[in-house]
C-alpha cells in the first residue's frame, strides 16, 4: 500500500492548532481521501514517521542497487528538487542581500509596534520582482524569532488581488484577528455593521494595553481604488490615533502610489517609504546567479555537489552563457525572470548531462525571449498565412487603416488568380472560418470590440496585431511554405 | 392567589421576628431608594431608560401585574431579610434563589411573571445592561457601591433634618388622592410598606414630567449649595473610577443592592425611623407632583445635586464607546463585546531621550493643550455654549484642509463644555461623533446617531423616521445634544436628504442640536449642497487656516515640553519646510519622528544619543518628500532605459513643438513606431534587437511602476503609450550615467 502525503498537510488558518492530513490511498481502486483533523503536534508526529519509513524504504532499495551511493540520477533529481525549491520561493534567502538598510528600518519599525505599542504606516516601495515580500517576510521571520514578540503581535495580510472591496477586507480582517467567533455569525449581517464592529474593537484598545496588529496590505494600489478609500482612510486613522497599536505596511510596485490617496487619507499616512531600488550591476548578477546555483556541500552527496558547483563556476565563465546571462539582465533585472531562465535551464539536466552547460542556457535564453507571436504563425495553416499576408498588404496600401473581412478575401482571390499553383482556391465559408480561427488567437482583432454583433461578420473592421517585421521572420522559419507565397509576401504591391 | 401569597410571605416572615422589622423598612428603604435615584437623575436617564421604562409602564396599568408586582415584593422583603442575615454573599443572587423555593409546584408557572416586574422595576435604572446579566453588574457594583452610599449618607445629612420637618405634614395627602381602588383592595392588611413598592410603579411613569419641572427650575445659583458635597464625591469617584465600566456597572448595580447593604449597617432604631419617613416622604413627592407641588421647596433636590457629578463619569465621551459597544451586538451576550486581545507583555515604556520624543511627537498623543488654534477654539466654544446655555440648535461649518486641527479643536471644546456642565456652569448635553468615512453608506448616518442616542438598533429609514420624531416632536425633558459630522462631504447623496435633515433638524422648535460639520473645503455648500441644504446650514462658518511656520514650530515645542531632542535650527527646518508646502501639522509631526529615528540610527553610541540636527532633519525631508522617479530611473535596467528613450526619439521625430507636445504625449503613441525607434536604439548601441514580446514586456514593467502610463494589456500592438515622468527628467536621469 501506497500512500502519498499530500505537501500540504496544512495549516488552516482561524483554525488554530487543528490541522487535517489528507491521505490518498492508490493501491485500492477506490481514490478515497480520509481527512482526520488531529492536532498539530500529532499530525506532524505521524507526518514524519511515514516519512522516515518511506525514506528508509528508498535507502533499502538504493542499497540493493548500489552499496551506500546515489546513483547519478538519485543526485539529479535531489538537486533539482533544492533549486526547484531555491526558484519557486518557497524559500526565504538566511538575509536579506543588497537591502541591509531598508531590512533594518523596516525591522525597527515594526518592532517598535510589537515592542513599545507604537502605532506605524509604512510603504514598501519597488518594480516587480525587486524583492519587496521578501523583505517584508525576512523582517516578519526575524521579528518572530523574538518570543516577546511573538506572543505579542496579531498579524493581518491582506491582498489588493484577492480583497478587491472593502468588505471582503473587513471579513477578511475579522477572520484574521478571529474575532468572528466573539460573536458568531451575528457580525457578518451587513457591511456597515461589520464596519462599525472592527472600528469598535479596535477602538477600544490602548497603547499599553492591547495586542499591536500588524497589517500587511500587498499590492495597495488596488486598496486605492476601494470607494471611499474607507478601509485606508480607517487604517491610517487609528494608526494616527490613541487606540490599538497598529503597523500598517503596504508593498505596491507604483511610483505614484502616493498620488492615489485622498488627500485625508493621505494626511494620516505618515509618508514613510522604503524604496527598493537597488542599482544591481552586472557583477552582482551574476554573483546571485552563481549564488543561486550552487549546491550545499552535503547535498545530496558530497562529490556530486562539488562537481556541480564546479559546473556552475565553469558556466559563468563561459562568455556565450555570460552573454546570454547579460542579454537577461539588461532586459531585465527582475529576480523572478532570472528564476525562470535559470529553471527552463536546469529542466534540461538529466542523468547523461548531469551538469549546466552553456548550452543549456543558451536554449534557455532563446526559449524565454522568443516572440510568442512567431511561434503562434509558425502553427498557422497555408490558407491562414496567406490570409495574414493580404492583411499586411492591405496594411501596406491603406496605411494601417482597418479592415473587414471581405477585403482580405478580395486580396486573397487577387492572389489566387494571378499567380498561385499551390494554394487551392477555397470555398468563402472555409475562409470564413480561417479567419475567425485568426481572431481566436488573437492575432487580428476587431476595433470595436462592443458593437461586433450589430454589423454583419464580414464587414466588422479588423486590426492585424502582428508587426511587418514578426511576418516576414515567422515567414522565414514557416516549414515548407510555398514559394509562390513567399514571394508575394515580399512583393511590394498586391 | 393572593392566600397563598400571603402565606407565603408569612412563612418567612416568621424566620425572625425581631429582624421583620428592619426588613420590612429596609426594603420599603430600598424601593424609596430606587424611585429617588430614578427621579434624582434628570440627565442621566438616556432616551434608553425612557424607552424602557415606556416599555414596561403598560404592564404596570394592569390590574392584575399591580397585585402581582405588589405580592411579589411581599416575597422581596423576605428575601431581604434573609440577605441581611447573611451579610457577605451576594444579595442578588440569593434574591432569586429564596424568592423561587417558597413557592408552590402550582405557581410556578407564574414566577416568570412574577419575577419580571420586580426585575424591571429594579434594574430599570441601569442602562446598558439586559436584565439577565445583572449578577455581573452586581458584583462589579461591589466595589463602588461603598461609595455610593456614603454619598447618599452626606446628602442625607445634610437635607435630613429638613426634610423630615417638611415631609410630614404632607404625609397624609397621598392616600386619599390616590386613585386605584384595585391596589388598595389587594393591598395586605399588614404592609404599610407596600404603598411604597406599589406606588412606586406609577411614580415610573410620572418620570418624565418630573424631569421637565426639575430642569426647569435650575438655576445656577441654588445648586452652589451642593457644590462642596460634590466636588468630593467627585473626587473619590475618580478615584475609583479607573475604567468606565465599573462605573457604569455600579450605577446599575448599586441600585438594587446597596439598600441590602445599608441594612446591614441600620442598626438603631433611630436610623430606621428616619429612613422609614424618607420612604414614606418618597412616597409623597409622587403624589405631591400629582398634586403640582411648586419645585422649590422640594428638599430632595439638593441631594439630586450631590448626584449629578457623580454620574459624570459615565457621561464624559468616553462614555460613549461602552455605549456603542453593547448595542452592537444586542442578541449575543454581553461577553461579545468586541475586542483585540491584550497583550500579554506590557508595551515597553521609552527608554531615552529621543524615544520620549517621538512618543510624544506621535500624532495620537494627546496633547496637553492646544495651542495655535485659541481664536477658532473660542469661537466653536462661544458657539455651543450659548446654544446650550439658551436650550436652541445651531449648525456650524468648519472647513480647512487636512492636518490643521479641526477634529482635535472640536474635541478640546467638548472636554472643556463637559468640564464645565460637571462644575453646573452649563446645562448638561450630549455629545455624538459621526464621521463620513467611517461608514459604508451616507444613510448608515441615521443608525449611527441612533444607536449612539438610544442604543436601538434599526435599518436606515426606520432610525432616520424616529430621529425624526425624536428632534420634532417636544418632549418635557430634553437635553441638548451636540452633534459632530466629520468628512462631511462623503454623507452627499443624490437628493441630498442625509444632510438635509442634519440641517433641518436643528433649525426645529424642539429639537436642541447643534451641529458641527467638518469638511475640507471653503465652498462645499456651495459646490456640492443644493440651495435648501445650504440655507439650512445657514452662515455661521469658520475656517482653519494652514499652520504658518512659527505656529508648527509652537505645536512641536509644546509638545516636545521641554524635551531637549532637537536643535532649534532643525526644529525651524521642518516647520518651515511643511509650512510652505502643505501646513499639515501631522506631516510635520511625522517628519519630526522620522528624524528622530535617523539621528538613533546614525548615532555612535546608542545609549546617549545626541539631538536631532539639521542633517537628520534635511534626510527625513529627503525620503519624505523626494520623488523617486529618478532614482527608479536609474535603477531600471538597460533595455527599460532605452525605451524611456525611445518614446523620447518617437516625440522628436514627429517633430512635435513643446506645446503640442502636451496634447501628444496626453494622446499617447502607438507602440509600434516607438517599437521601431527601440530597434534602432539597440542597434547604435550595439545590443542584439529584442523580439516584440520582450518588447512588450519591457513596456508593460515601465507602466507598471507608472513610469509610462499604457492602455490595459489586452489591446497588445496597439495599446497607446505615453510618459509620465517629464521629458527632461528621463534626459537627466539618463544622462548622468
Not at chain 1, 532570472?338 to 534557455?364: C, F, G, K, Q
Not at chain 2, 439650512?536 to 487656516?545: A, D, E, V
Not at chain 2, 545590443?687 to 499604457?710: F, T
Amino acid at each position: 500500500m501506497r500512500h502519498s502525503l499530500e505537501p500540504g498537510a496544512r495549516r488552516t488558518r482561524g483554525v488554530p492548532g487543528c490541522t487535517a492530513i489528507i491521505i490518498r490511498k492508490r493501491s485500492q481502486n477506490l481514490n478515497c481521501l480520509h481527512v482526520f483533523p488531529l492536532q498539530e503536534w500529532k499530525s506532524l508526529e505521524i507526518l514524519a514517521h511515514i516519512k522516515t519509513r518511506k525514506q528508509a524504504a528508498v535507502t533499502m532499495s538504493k542499497r540493493k542497487a548500489k552499496d551506500s551511493h546515489l546513483t547519478v540520477g538519485d543526485c539529479v533529481s535531489q538537486a533539482q528538487r533544492l533549486l526547484r525549491d531555491r526558484f519557486c520561493r518557497q524559500q526565504l534567502p538566511a538575509g536579506p542581500a543588497g537591502v541591509e538598510p531598508q531590512h533594518k528600518h523596516l525591522l525597527e519599525l515594526l518592532r517598535r509596534t510589537a515592542v513599545h505599542g507604537e502605532s506605524n504606516s509604512v510603504l514598501i516601495v519597488g518594480p516587480r520582482g525587486a524583492g519587496k515580500t521578501m523583505l517584508l517576510n525576512c523582517v516578519l521571520k526575524e521579528l518572530l524569532e523574538d518570543s516577546e514578540v511573538k506572543k505579542n503581535v496579531l498579524l493581518v495580510q491582506l491582498n489588493g488581488l484577492l480583497q478587491t472591496d472593502d468588505r471582503v477586507a473587513l471579513k477578511e480582517i475579522t477572520r484574521q484577528l478571529q474575532l468572528e467567533n466573539v460573536v458568531g455569525d451575528k457580525v457578518f449581517g451587513s457591511f456597515a455593521e461589520n464596519l462599525a464592529f472592527l472600528l469598535e474593537a479596535l477602538k477600544k484598545g490602548d497603547r499599553s494595553s492591547s495586542r499591536p496588529v500588524l497589517f500587511i496590505l500587498d499590492e495597495f494600489d488596488l486598496f486605492a481604488h476601494h470607494k471611499n478609500q474607507t478601509l485606508l482612510y480607517n487604517l491610517f486613522d487609528i494608526s494616527q490615533s490613541a487606540q490599538t497599536p497598529v503597523a500598517v505596511v503596504g508593498l505596491t510596485c507604483r511610483l505614484d502610489v502616493l498620488e492615489l490617496l485622498e488627500k485625508r487619507v493621505k494626511s494620516r499616512f505618515s509618508h514613510r517609504q522604503i524604496h527598493l531600488l537597488s542599482p544591481l550591476g552586472f557583477e552582482r548578477y551574476l554573483h546571485c546567479v552563481r549564488q543561486q546555483l550552487s549546491l550545499p556541500p552535503d547535498v545530496p552527496e558530497r562529490r556530486f555537489s562539488q562537481e556541480w558547483n564546479a559546473s556552475v563556476e565553469a558556466l559563468c565563465e563561459d562568455k556565450m552563457a555570460e552573454a546570454a546571462l547579460k542579454k537577461h539582465f539588461n532586459s531585465s533585472k527582475d529576480f523572478r525572470s532570472l528564476h525562470m531562465l535559470l529553471m527552463l535551464a536546469l529542466s534540461r539536466v538529466t542523468v547523461s548531462n548531469p551538469t549546466i552547460r552553456p548550452a543549456d542556457l543558451l536554449e534557455a535564453s532563446r526559449l524565454c525571449t522568443a516572440d510568442a507571436k512567431a511561434n503562434i504563425v509558425h502553427g498557422l495553416s497555408i490558407l491562414e498565412l496567406c490570409l495574414i499576408i493580404a492583411m499586411k498588404h492591405l496594411n501596406d496600401i491603406y496605411d494601417g487603416e482597418p479592415f473587414n473581412f471581405q477585403m482580405v478575401h478580395n486580396e486573397f482571390k487577387k492572389f489566387i488568380q494571378r499567380k498561385s499553383h499551390s494554394v487551392h482556391n477555397f470555398e468563402k465559408p472555409v475562409v470564413i472560418k480561417a479567419f475567425e480561427h485568426l481572431q481566436q488567437l488573437e492575432l487580428i482583432r476587431s476595433v470595436d470590440g462592443s458593437s461586433a454583433t450589430k454589423t454583419q461578420k464580414e464587414y466588422q473592421l479588423m486590426k492585424l496585431l502582428l508587426g511587418h517585421g514578426q511576418i516576414m521572420e515567422a515567414l522565414q522559419k514557416y516549414p515548407q511554405c510555398p514559394t509562390d507565397v513567399k514571394q508575394w509576401a515580399v512583393s511590394s504591391f498586391g | 392567589m393572593p392566600g397563598s401569597h400571603r402565606r407565603v410571605s408569612m412563612s418567612t416572615g416568621k424566620l425572625g421576628a425581631s429582624e421583620a422589622e428592619s426588613g420590612h423598612s429596609s426594603s420599603k428603604l430600598s424601593a424609596s431608594k430606587d424611585l429617588s435615584r430614578v427621579r434624582r437623575r434628570p440627565s442621566s436617564s438616556t432616551p434608553g431608560v425612557r424607552k424602557k421604562l415606556e416599555l414596561s409602564s403598560p404592564v404596570k396599568k394592569l390590574n392584575r401585574q399591580e397585585v402581582l408586582g405588589e405580592l411579589l415584593d411581599d416575597v422581596f422583603e423576605a428575601e431581604k431579610e434573609l440577605a441581611s442575615k447573611l451579610p457577605s454573599s451576594p444579595p442578588r443572587i440569593l434574591t432569586l434563589n429564596v424568592s423561587l423555593t417558597p413557592l408552590r409546584p402550582s405557581t410556578e408557572s407564574h414566577n416568570g411573571i412574577r419575577i419580571a416586574p420586580l426585575k424591571t422595576c429594579r434594574i430599570s435604572p441601569s442602562r446598558t445592561a439586559p436584565p439577565l446579566q445583572d449578577h455581573d453588574s452586581t458584583r462589579d457594583g461591589l466595589g463602588v457601591s461603598p461609595l455610593v452610599e456614603e454619598e447618599e449618607e452626606e446628602a442625607e445629612a445634610e437635607t435630613g433634618v429638613k426634610r423630615r420637618s417638611l415631609r410630614t405634614p404632607v404625609r397624609k395627602q397621598p392616600t386619599p388622592k390616590k386613585s386605584s381602588v384595585l391596589v388598595r383592595k389587594a393591598r395586605t392588611p399588614s404592609s404599610r410598606k407596600d404603598s411604597s413598592s406599589t406606588t412606586r410603579e406609577p411614580a415610573l411613569v410620572i418620570l418624565p414630567e418630573e424631569h421637565a419641572e426639575q430642569t426647569a427650575m435650575t438655576p445656577r445659583s441654588k445648586r452652589k449649595s451642593a457644590q462642596l458635597v460634590a466636588g468630593r464625591i467627585r473626587k473619590q469617584l475618580k478615584m475609583l473610577s479607573t475604567s468606565q465600566y465599573l462605573v457604569s456597572d455600579s450605577d446599575d448595580g448599586d441600585d438594587g443592592f446597596v439598600p441590602s447593604k445599608k441594612d446591614k449597617e441600620s442598626s438603631s432604631e433611630d436610623d430606621d425611623e428616619v429612613e422609614d419617613l424618607d420612604g414614606e416622604s418618597d412616597d409623597e413627592i409622587i403624589v405631591v407632583k400629582r398634586s403640582r407641588r411648586t419645585a422649590g421647596s422640594r428638599t430632595p433636590r439638593s441631594t439630586q445635586k450631590a448626584r449629578a457629578p457623580a454620574r459624570t463619569p459615565s457621561k464624559t465621551p468616553s462614555k460613549t464607546p461602552s455605549k456603542k459597544a453593547a448595542p452592537g451586538t444586542p442578541r449575543t451576550p454581553r461577553h461579545a463585546t468586541p475586542s483585540i486581545p491584550s497583550r500579554s507583555l506590557p508595551a515597553r515604556n521609552p527608554g531615552n531621550v529621543l524615544e520620549e520624543a517621538r512618543a510624544r511627537l506621535h500624532v495620537s498623543a494627546v496633547p496637553e493643550s492646544l495651542p495655535c488654534r485659541e481664536q477658532e477654539f473660542q469661537d466653536i466654544y462661544s458657539f455651543v455654549e450659548s446654544k446650550v446655555m439658551d436650550g436652541t440648535g445651531g449648525c456650524m461649518y468648519i472647513s480647512g484642509v487636512p492636518g490643521t486641527g479641526k477634529t482635535a479643536t472640536v474635541h478640546e471644546v467638548i472636554r472643556c463644555l463637559q468640564h464645565a456642565s460637571d462644575q453646573d456652569e452649563i446645562p448638561a448635553f450630549r455629545f455624538i461623533e459621526i464621521n463620513g468615512m467611517k461608514m459604508t453608506d451616507p444613510h448608515q448616518a441615521y443608525v449611527q446617531i441612533l444607536q449612539k442616542l438610544t442604543d436601538q438598533k434599526a435599518t436606515a429609514e426606520h432610525a432616520a423616521a424616529l430621529l425624526d420624531k425624536r428632534f420634532g416632536n417636544p418632549a418635557p425633558k430634553k437635553e441638548t445634544t451636540v452633534l459632530l459630522v466629520d468628512e462631511l462631504d462623503l454623507l452627499w447623496t443624490r437628493k441630498q436628504n442625509v444632510m438635509y435633515n442634519l440641517f433641518d433638524w436643528p433649525t426645529r422648535r424642539h429639537a436642541r442640536l447643534v451641529v458641527l460639520a467638518i469638511a475640507n473645503t471653503m465652498d462645499l455648500p456651495e459646490r456640492i449642497m443644493i440651495n435648501r441644504v445650504a440655507s439650512r446650514l445657514g452662515l455661521t462658518r469658520m475656517s482653519f487656516q494652514p499652520y504658518s511656520f512659527k505656529q508648527l514650530q509652537q505645536i512641536i515645542t509644546s509638545r516636545l515640553n521641554r524635551v531637549k531632542a532637537f536643535e532649534e535650527d532643525a526644529l525651524q527646518l521642518v516647520s518651515r519646510k511643511v509650512a510652505a508646502l502643505s501646513g499639515d501639522a501631522r506631516r510635520c509631526l511625522d517628519i519630526c519622528r522620522r528624524a528622530t529615528e535617523i539621528c538613533e540610527q546614525s548615532s555612535s553610541q546608542p545609549s546617549a544619543p545626541g539631538l536631532v540636527g539639521m542633517s537628520h532633519v534635511m534626510e527625513a525631508l529627503e525620503e519624505m518628500f523626494s520623488s523617486s522617479y529618478i532614482a527608479a530611473i536609474r535603477c531600471a535596467s538597460l533595455q527599460e532605459q532605452l525605451f524611456l528613450r525611445s518614446v523620447i526619439a518617437e516625440f522628436r521625430r514627429l517633430g512635435l513643438e513643446e506645446a503640442t507636445f502636451q496634447q501628444a504625449s496626453y494622446q499617447g503613441l502607438t507602440f509600434p513606431p516607438v517599437f521601431v525607434q527601440h530597434q534602432a536604439l539597440c542597434r547604435v548601441e550595439g545590443l542584439q534587437p529584442i523580439s516584440v514580446s520582450e518588447g512588450l514586456a519591457v513596456c508593460q514593467r515601465l507602466g507598471a511602476c507608472r513610469l509610462l502610463l499604457l492602455e490595459p494589456s489586452r489591446l497588445d500592438l496597439l495599446l497607446r503609450v505615453r510618459l509620465n515622468v517629464s521629458q527632461d527628467d528621463v534626459l537627466y536621469a539618463l544622462k548622468e550615467d
